[in-house]
C-alpha cells in the first residue's frame, strides 16, 4: 500500500533511521523514493553507507518537494524552526506524520500553516529490531486512509495500537519511554547476578533472555501476568521470597509513578516554542 509513496524523513536519527531501515527491510518502498535528511555530514555519510538508495542530504526544503508523506523525527527542540522552513514547501494533501513527544498535531498543522492530515505517532526504540511498540493518533483533518497508511509506515517495524489524541502523553509514558525501564531492569539483574558470584556475561545473557522469555510468554499465552507469575512461585520458595522483598519496596508503585511523571512531562512538551 505504500509503494506508490514519496517518503521524507526529516531528521533521520534513532527512530527516524529504525523506520527507513524497517521499510526499506520489508520492502514496503523502494530506496529511491526515500529521502532522509539530518545534521552533520559524518552522521549523513553514515547513513548511505547504511541504506544505499536513499537519497539523504540536510535540504529539508527539497526533501518535502513533491513528498507525499512527510515523517518529522527531530526533537521537540528543533521543530519549531524545522516547521517555519519546511511550510511553503509542503503540498496540500501531504501526509504529515509526527514522532515528537507531547506536540499535539494542531500545534503542526498551524504551524505549517494548512489544514493538512497529520497523524501523531509513539514509536519506541525497539523499532530498530522490528520489535516497535508504536500508538497513532489522528489529527483533526485524518481521514481513515491516512491512519492506516500510517499504520502501514509504523507496521514495517513492530506492532500499531491506534488511539484518540488525548492518550497519546500516557503512551508517550508508557511505551515511547518504556525501553528506558527494561533496560534499567536488565541493568539491576545483571548486577544482582554478578553480586551473587555469576561472571557477567553470564549473567547479562541471563538476565536478557529472561526479560525477553516473560515478555514472549505473557504475549503469547495473552494470561494475566499475576497467573505466569504464580506459575513462577512455589510454596515456601525462593520467588516468593524475592517477590515479597519487591512488594516492600513497591516496584509497582514505582512503576506507576513514573508513567504518570513521564505522561506528565509529555504533556509540557505540547508548547512548539518550547
Ligand atoms: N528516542 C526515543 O526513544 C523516541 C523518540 N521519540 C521522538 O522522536 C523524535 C526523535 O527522537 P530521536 O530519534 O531519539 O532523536 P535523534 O536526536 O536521534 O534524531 C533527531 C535527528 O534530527 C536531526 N535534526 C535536528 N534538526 C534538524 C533539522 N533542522 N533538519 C534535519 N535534521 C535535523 C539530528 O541531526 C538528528 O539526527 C523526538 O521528537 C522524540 O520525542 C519518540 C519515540 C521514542
Ligand atoms: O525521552 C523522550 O522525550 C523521548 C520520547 C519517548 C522516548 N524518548
Known amino acids: 500500500m505504500l509503494r506508490d509513496h514519496t517518503l521524507a524523513v526529516l531528521g533521520a536519527g534513532n527512530i527516524g533511521s529504525a523506520l527507513v531501515g524497517g521499510l526499506l527491510r520489508g520492502g ?6 526515500i529521502r532522509a535528511t539530518r545534521r552533520g555530514e559524518a552522521a549523513r555519510e553514515a547513513l548511505r553507507q547504511r541504506f544505499p538508495g536513499v537519497h539523504v542530504s540536510d535540504d529539508n526544503r527539497g526533501a518535502v518537494s513533491g513528498a507525499s508523506i512527510v515523517i518529522i523525527s527531530v526533537k521537540p527542540q528543533n521543530v ?19 514522532t515528537l513527544a507531547g506536540v499535539p498535531t494542531g500545534a503542526l498543522s498551524r504551524a505549517l500553516g494548512q489544514e493538512l492530515p497529520v497523524v501523531r505517532a509513539m514509536p519506541n526504540t525497539p ?3 522490528d520489535e516497535g ?9 485524518a481521514d481513515e486512509s491516512h491512519v492506516a497508511t500510517a499504520q502501514a509506515v509504523f507496521e514495517a517495524v ?36 554478578v553480586k551473587q558470584g555469576l561472571p557477567r556475561p553470564t549473567s547479562s545473557r541471563l538476565a ?3 526479560v525477553l522469555g516473560a515478555a514472549r ?3 503469547e499465552t495473552g494470561e494475566h501476568p499475576a497467573i505466569l507469575r504464580d506459575q513462577v512461585t512455589t510454596p515456601g520458595g525462593t520467588t516468593i521470597a524475592a517477590v515479597a522483598e519487591l512488594e516492600k519496596h513497591g516496584l509497582r508503585t514505582m512503576m506507576i509513578d513514573a508513567v504518570q511523571i513521564a505522561t506528565e512531562r509529555s504533556r509540557q512538551l505540547s508548547d512548539l516554542d518550547g
Open 217 to 219: 510468554l505473557a504475549q
Open 28 to 33: 514496503d518502498l523502494p530506496a529511491d523514493q
Open 158 to 193: 513492530g506492532i500499531v495500537e491506534v488511539v484518540t489524541e488525548n492518550l497519546m502523553d500516557a503512551v508517550t509514558g508508557l511505551s515511547g519511554s518504556g525501553p528506558a525501564y527494561v533496560f534499567m531492569l536488565i541493568e539491576g539483574l545483571t548486577d544482582a547476578g
Open 208 to 210: 536478557v533472555q529472561t
Open 127 to 129: 523499532a530498530l529490531v
Open 80 to 98: 519549531a524552526a524545522l516547521m517555519e522552513e519546511i511550510r511553503p514547501h509542503v503540498a496540500p494533501g501531504t501526509l504529515v506524520l509526527s
Open 133 to 141: 511498540a508504536t500508538a497513532l493518533a489522528a489529527g483533526e483533518w
